[in-house]
C-alpha cells in the first residue's frame, strides 16, 4: 500500500525517508524537488520565541489534496507529497515539506514551488507566534497572494483585490 499524500501530523518527518518512499518501485522517477520550512526565530522585525499552528482536521486534508490534484493537473508530475505539522512548534523545528517526483526536474521543479505557493494561501492553517509582546496570529502577505497570482489563481486572503 502507497503512503498518503497528505499528513497533517504533530511529529517530525525525515526528508530522506520521505523522498524514498516517493521514489520506491517507480523506475519512471528521474527526477526529485523537495522543499523544507522550518520556524524563523524572526517575522516581521520581531523575535519570536514559539509558533503554534492549528487546522480543521478533515478540511486541511481535503484542500491539500485538491491542491495536489491541480498540479498534476498542470505539470507532468509521477507522485507528490505534503507533510504539515501542527501543534506547538520551536524555531528551527521543521514545519512543511514538499516533495515532487517526475521524469525531468522542470516538472518537479515547478510543481513543488506551485504547491507551496498554494499551500502559504489555500490551505486552512493558522499560525500564532511568540513574541517578547505576547501572543499574535499570523496574517496573510500581499506577497503570498502575488506568488499565487503566477499560476493564475486569485487570493484574496491580504486584502488584495481578487
Not at 520565541?49 to 485538491?66: D, F, N, Q, V, W
Request: proline share 4%; net charge negative; with cysteine.
Amino acid at each position: 500500500m502507497s503512503a498518503p499524500r497528505v499528513v497533517i501530523q504533530t511529529q517530525d518527518f525525515d526528508l530522506g525517508a520521505e523522498v524514498a518512499a516517493l521514489r520506491a518501485a517507480d523506475p519512471g522517477v528521474g527526477a526529485v524537488a523537495s522543499f523544507v520550512g522550518t520556524v524563523r526565530d524572526r517575522n516581521d522585525g520581531q523575535g519570536v520565541s514559539a509558533m503554534e499552528l492549528e487546522h480543521y482536521p478533515g478540511m486541511t486534508e481535503k484542500s491539500i489534496e485538491a491542491m495536489i490534484d491541480e498540479a498534476f493537473k498542470r505539470f507532468d508530475i509521477r507522485a507528490a507529497r505534503v507533510i504539515h505539522r501542527v501543534g506547538p512548534l520551536q524555531p528551527l523545528d521543521q514545519i512543511v515539506l514538499v516533495v515532487v517526483t517526475s521524469a525531468h526536474r522542470g516538472a518537479s521543479f515547478q510543481a513543488c514551488e506551485f504547491l507551496m505557493d498554494y499551500l502559504k494561501t489555500q490551505a486552512p492553517f493558522w499560525k500564532k507566534e511568540t513574541t517578547p509582546e505576547g501572543a499574535r496570529w499570523v496574517d496573510a502577505r500581499v506577497s503570498d497572494d502575488a506568488a499565487l497570482a503566477r499560476w493564475g489563481i486569485a487570493s484574496g486572503n491580504a486584502g488584495t483585490a481578487a
